[in-house]
Each structure stands twice: as structure tokens, then as C-alpha cells.
């Protein structure tokens, strides 16, 4: 007896008719956009990257002892694992002062790791490390590292991680250390300071 209930329908949207349709009047109507004839005279305009000035061919005129070095949360955990002072190998490495640099990311991702890398905390919190804070959201450190490394050339980045040295060699005049044989390494240095031959 009472009213049926119509069943309601979802997602249904009002059909509406198109502005460019011919039962709409001739001014009403939208007009079909019309193309610009190329002019074949004028000045194609590119967006071309602007190559960093401290660059002199492969050579990276901004690198140069105190070195900062950026390290990585696999390196101060590897450095460990292979029983090697950080800031001495540097040293032995490079022959020359060196200033390892520890941004925030990398700070919180010592510090997620937990109670297990407790000595990795400890190592990172040395005074004579460098904070270098972060602007960004999140502990992702691999993408800051990057980011920072193709803005500002003076950093050395060490690393273990295959994907970051991947990244970062598509970047030029950025040297990349490593450990290999219980000792640190240096790679794509001008003249390889301080690198062994192997």
C-alpha cells in the first residue's frame, strides 16, 4: 500500500549535453580550437640542464681537502663489521683531512635499526661528524644523498649500497668510496688520490 521503494542507483552521473553539439545555437557553440602554423624562422626553445660551472671537463674543481665525505647507514655498519675507524681510514685513504657528514635521514635510520645498532648510533654521534639537516619528509636517505650530491659538488659520497653507486655515477665529478679488503677505497677520484691499484 505504501510507495515502492526505488531502488537508488550509484555512480550515475547526469548526462549533459556537449557545448560542441549541433542542436546547440551557431554562438553558443563551442569552437574548435585552431592550430598554429610553426614558424619555421623562430627560436626553438629546449630546457637544457645548467652544467655546474666547478666542473672543468671530468676534473671537479670544488673537491679538495678537508674533504666532506656523506656517509651512508650501510657504511658505518660495514666500517664496523670490517673493524675500521672511520675518520683514520679516511684519512689513510685520502691522504688528507677528512670530515664525515651525516645528514638527519641517515640519523633516523641508524636509529630504527634499533638496539642491535647501538654502536652504529653511537659511531654517528661522534663529534667530530658533521650534521648536515634535512628539509625533506621521511628517512629515505638514498634519494637526499642524490639530490644533495647534484646540488652541491664538494661532497664525496661513501657508500656500499650497489643501487646508491648506480645512481650516483650517472652524476659527474661526484667520487664514490667503498670498502673493500678491510681497507676504504676511493673511486672516480681525479688522478685517484690515495686510491690503491689494484
Known amino acids: 500500500q505504501g510507495k515502492q521503494k526505488k531502488a537508488r542507483k550509484y555512480a550515475v552521473m547526469k548526462r549533459m549535453i556537449s557545448l560542441r553539439d549541433q542542436r546547440i545555437n551557431e554562438k553558443e557553440r563551442k569552437k574548435a580550437p585552431v592550430k598554429k602554423k610553426e614558424d619555421p624562422s623562430a627560436i626553438k626553445e629546449r630546457e637544457v640542464p645548467q652544467h655546474p660551472s666547478c666542473l672543468f671537463f671530468q676534473y ?8 666532506h665525505i656523506l656517509v651512508d647507514t650501510n657504511f658505518i655498519n660495514f666500517s664496523i663489521k670490517a673493524k675500521l675507524d672511520l675518520v683514520q681510514s679516511m684519512m689513510d685513504c685520502l691522504y688528507a683531512k677528512c670530515i664525515p657528514c651525516i645528514t638527519d635521514c641517515v640519523m633516523g635510520e641508524i636509529e630504527k635499526l634499533g638496539q642491535k645498532y647501538r654502536v652504529a648510533l653511537r659511531i654517528a654521534k661522534d663529534p667530530r661528524f658533521e650534521r648536515l639537516p634535512c628539509m625533506h619528509k621521511g628517512t629515505y636517505a638514498d634519494d637526499c644523498l642524490v639530490q644533495r650530491v647534484t646540488q652541491h659538488k664538494c661532497y664525496i659520497v661513501a657508500t656500499v649500497d650497489k643501487e646508491l653507486k648506480r645512481r650516483i655515477r650517472k652524476i659527474p665529478g661526484v667520487p664514490i668510496m667503498y670498502i673493500s679488503r678491510h681497507r676504504y677505497n676511493i673511486e672516480r677520484m681525479p688522478d685517484d688520490y690515495g ?3 689494484f
Open 60 to 67: 671537479n674543481t670544488q673537491l679538495g681537502p678537508p674533504y
Open 195 to 197: 686510491a690503491p691499484r
